[in-house]
């Protein structure tokens, strides 16, 4: 590299798209400060993603992109003003690479990718384990080439997988009160059930399912509350018109920052392979997460407090987002199995990752 690393003192990262990918490049951010301890560290987000960090202290400074038409030209902009020394792109996207180069950054270190090397000063090529190791790794990575590239050696392969997500005690009490504002009951343990998924129907265990889950939670003495994007509303929809015990709704009426609030106050989250399943694993919530056609492999939630359940067919993980056959994959998961599970999370008894 053309820059001595101690003449490096504002780095831009341009975080992943998706909530749950964010949350696993926190091993990443950890490591990045962990090289560059005195630089100004900007976080690149999307509005969404960016809530993830307001209370974290690996970034200086928080930079929400902007989407849409004319959007690299506008964040090339913002870039080229801060006069950063270094980008480090965590998203795979060309436009990522283009905004570093009209911004006139000097290092652009990111994974060769969409047909951006040639924007890049430090070209990776994808990793050849990427579909057998946890995606957090996948960030490391990054962080290791350029530690590599810097000072001739790494350490990042050496160090301790770290997911910590902050949430302050201000965040945790305004949760409580929005809870306990939708129904909530005051001393009772919350369960939360995140039953959709944006991008993927196939990661869907059925709506009925989780109604009579949370039937089976309610009546074990639990208030019972539903999260997820307004794209979720319908299945959210589907699961409370089911239960005969109604949950609180909470889909389509939080921030991402109130959500991740909100699962850091629960006693258990069960969710789908999707964004909170990382939220739950990053601030300790016991988290249960029902896999189907997905690969745990590289998705699973990093925590000792996390689980996952899965029954797989020959035809998992297929990846597919919509499932072609009978949807096998999550039918084979019952109730009870879920049930079981999750009560032995929040009562901390020992429970297998993979089962």
């Avoid at 630089?39 to 690996?58: K, M, N, V, W």
């Avoid at 180069?101 to 384990?129: E, M």
């Avoid at 939670?217 to 539903?226: N, R």
């Avoid at 939220?279 to 988290?287: K, L, Q």
């Amino acid at each position: 590299m053309a820059k001595p690393a101690s003449e490096i003192k504002r780095i831009v990262v341009r975080t992943p798209t998706w909530v749950g990918d964010a949350i696993m490049s926190l091993p990443a951010l950890n490591e990045l400060r962990r090289i560059f301890p005195m630089a100004q560290i900007t976080l690149a987000c999307y509005p969404g993603t960016a809530d993830i960090f307001i209370d974290s202290d690996l970034a200086n400074e928080i930079l929400v992109a902007e989407r849409g038409t004319f959007s690299v030209l506008k964040n090339a902009r913002e870039w080229r003003q801060r006069r950063f020394d270094l980008a480090v792109l965590f998203q795979n996207a060309f436009a990522a690479a283009v905004t570093a180069w009209l911004a006139g950054v000097q290092l652009r270190v990111g994974y060769d990718t969409d047909r951006r090397g040639s924007l890049l000063t430090t070209a990776i090529p994808p990793p050849v384990w990427k579909d057998q190791r946890h995606e957090s790794f996948y960030y490391l990575n990054i962080v290791a080439e350029l530690e590599r590239a810097l000072l001739g050696t790494s350490s990042v392969a050496e160090t301790e997988t770290h997911f910590n997500l902050t949430v302050s005690d201000e965040r945790k009490e305004a949760a409580r009160r929005m809870i306990t504002q939708a129904g909530a009951r005051a001393g009772k343990p919350l369960a939360i059930l995140c039953p959709g998924s944006v991008n993927s129907r196939a990661k869907r265990w059925p709506a009925e399912r989780y109604a009579e889950l949370a039937d089976r939670l309610a009546e074990s003495g639990m208030d019972v509350a539903l999260i997820g994007s307004p794209a979720e509303m319908d299945v959210s929809t589907e699961v409370s018109s089911r239960s005969r015990h109604q949950p609180i709704v909470l889909t389509g009426k939080t921030t991402v920052s109130e959500a991740i609030a909100i699962i850091s106050i629960a006693d258990v989250l069960i969710t789908n392979d999707t964004g909170p399943a990382h939220i739950g694993a990053a601030v300790g919530t016991p988290t249960l997460v029902i896999f189907g056609p997905t690969n745990p492999l590289t998705t699973y939630p990093l925590s000792p407090a996390a689980a996952i359940i899965r029954h797989p067919p020959d035809c998992a993980p297929c990846m597919l987002r919509d499932c072609p056959i009978d949807h096998r994959c999550m039918t084979a998961i019952a109730v009870q199995e879920v049930f079981d599970r999750a009560v032995a999370l929040t009562t901390g008894r020992t429970v297998q990752i993979f089962g």
